[in-house]
């Protein structure tokens, strides 16, 4: 008698568990749903805080390497010089692009596709070696420069430059973009934006990456993924109109009618706002400070000074016509004025944006690879119940 109560009881606590299991409530898009723990970022958007790896951004970004921080998510601590030189000579040794994916950017140029579809494309060949881990993700952050700068002359009618074992990581895209090698003020710009935008907690594209990996799929499998998640418009984002609305406007004196009429007719003024952060994102601190000095050295000056008059403007307005809403300056505004600044047409700002993301991206599928625990979350059926079949003359 007291062992069946025991089974009964037993019985009874399975079920419970069970039923607490199946409660789970209804998150659309996962919304604040928790799906792992992370060492690589934290984003806190009430309080305008972006953590990469320990560092603040503002801390990391404009001072480390795009190596250095590369080597910070994969391995969770700074390089000493041999540690960072021998990722320097792994990259170099990884750039150069294997002869079918040169033959599928030729494909891509010659019929126009847009970069971010040219850059998906190529990329998947890039998993044609020998299926280790980390030879996956050394090819990968290696070869996105390479693809990007490729494709972008083959679509411009120019012959391929080929990367420059000498050249830093940053330097060789701009390298490989112009023919011209940059100067010192144009690389830090370049990897100052790259550090910013390497890692950003779980957003779509990183997800994406996750979830293939803990099927116990390739990361160059997993990282196509991600790129074909990053070129969705809700995600990737569109940092050119951010600057299409100062050059609209030309001069300082034209502001403000400029923007009352756009916010009259109901227009969204872009690079304002942000879905995450409800105070002023931290990136674009950083990425206005790296404007900042790279058009003090080696950029339009002016465009730079009207382009701070349009902000200044734009948040004022926003706060007259949108009031109680927190509507601060997000990283699309000064990404738009920096790669502007770099000579980096409109067309390549998600792609290049994807060139540093491809770090984070990597890491978090080295995390997820130590995790090894497939991602399966639940979903809630809302269709019909109880039908039947009927054959079909009788339909």
Not at 47 to 70: K, N, Q, W, Y
Request: proline share 5%; hydrophobic share 45%.
């Amino acid at each position: 008698m007291a062992g069946d109560l025991q089974r009964e009881r037993g019985i009874e606590e399975v079920v419970a568990k069970m039923s607490e299991k199946t409660a789970v409530a209804f998150a659309p898009g996962l919304e604040d749903v928790v799906a792992t723990r992370t060492r690589l970022s934290s984003v806190d958007g009430a309080a305008g805080r972006l953590v990469i790896a320990g560092f603040p951004v503002e801390e990391l970004a404009g001072r480390a390497s795009f190596e250095e921080t590369l080597y910070l998510l994969w391995n969770g601590a700074l390089p000493d010089k041999e540690q960072l030189s021998v990722l320097g000579r792994d990259l170099a040794v990884h750039r150069a692009l294997p002869k079918v994916a040169v033959e599928v950017l030729e494909a891509a140029a010659a019929g126009r596709v847009p970069p971010m579809d040219a850059l998906r494309m190529t990329s998947g060949t890039l998993g044609l070696g020998n299926g280790d881990d980390r030879d996956d993700a050394l090819r990968l952050v290696a070869a996105f420069p390479t693809i990007v700068a490729a494709y972008w002359r083959l679509s411009q009618g120019h012959e391929l430059v080929e990367p420059d074992p000498e050249l830093t990581h940053a330097a060789n895209y701009l390298y490989m973009l112009s023919g011209e090698i940059p100067s010192t003020e144009r690389v830090r710009a370049l990897e100052t934006y790259l550090n910013t935008v390497s890692d950003h907690g779980m957003n779509a594209s990183t997800f994406a990456a996750r979830v293939i990996v803990s099927t116990r799929s390739d990361f160059v499998s997993a990282v196509v993924g991600a790129v074909g998640a990053l070129k969705g418009p809700l995600h990737g984002g569109a940092p050119g109109p951010a600057l299409d609305v100062v050059f609209e406007i030309g001069e300082a004196s034209r502001a403000e009618s400029h923007l009352r009429a756009k916010l009259d007719r109901g227009e969204r003024l872009m690079g304002f706002g942000h879905r995450v952060y409800k105070v002023r994102d931290p990136r674009a601190d950083v990425l206005a400070a790296a404007g900042e000095r790279l058009y003090a050295s080696d950029a339009d000056r002016d465009l730079y000074r009207l382009a701070l008059k349009v902000e200044e403007m734009t948040l004022g307005l926003l706060k007259e016509y949108k009031p109680g809403r927190i509507l601060q300056t997000n990283v699309e505004f000064y990404t738009a004025l920096l790669l502007h600044g770099l000579g980096l047409p409109t067309e390549l700002f998600t792609p290049t944006f994807a060139v540093g993301r491809v770090a984070g991206w990597t890491a978090h599928c080295f995390e997820q690879r130590e995790l090894d625990r497939l991602i399966r979350p639940q979903s809630k059926y809302v269709g019909a119940e109880d039908r039947t079949w009927a054959p079909l003359e009788e339909r």
